[in-house]
């Protein structure tokens, strides 16, 4: 499986692949929306994308919005990683074609439960 971990933190970035590491996932970092999509054309196709709200160049909905309207893309699962809490945030994001969204602070367990979830892991 190939995740790609798109969030201009890097402390986010590094502690979200050491978690996707540890279970046998390959991890791709980049800083912002349009950098992990020009990622997703050279390399292909991810498993699943954690994508980061608020970034410079292109924001995670703008991200969610470009790969969701690419159906070369139909079957990556993506979770959006956030600090925003408002309803209208979590919806857009839904919305726009984000699986489920992950709320920073996050721990492993909370990660994990939440790929579970979308089918991203286990089985």
């Given amino acids: 499986m190939r995740a790609l971990i798109v969030d201009d933190s890097r402390f986010i970035r590094d502690y979200l692949a050491s978690l996707l590491e540890e279970?046998?996932?390959?991890?791709?970092?980049t800083i912002n929306g349009q950098e992990g999509l020009?990622?997703?054309?050279?390399?292909?196709?991810y498993d699943l994308a954690l994508v980061d709200w608020n970034m410079p160049i292109m924001g995670g909905l703008d991200f969610v919005r470009a790969?969701?309207?690419?159906?070369?893309?139909?079957t990556m699962k993506i979770v959006m990683v956030t600090t925003e809490a408002d309803n209208q945030f979590l919806e857009a994001a839904l919305d726009a074609g984000a699986n489920e969204y992950l709320m920073k602070p996050f721990d492993e367990m909370g990660l994990m439960d939440k790929l579970e979830m979308i089918g991203a892991i286990g089985d």
């Fill in 38 to 45: 020009d990622c997703m054309r050279r390399s292909g196709p």
């Fill in 67 to 74: 790969v969701r309207a690419d159906h070369g893309y139909d």
């Fill in 23 to 29: 279970q046998g996932i390959e991890c791709t970092g």
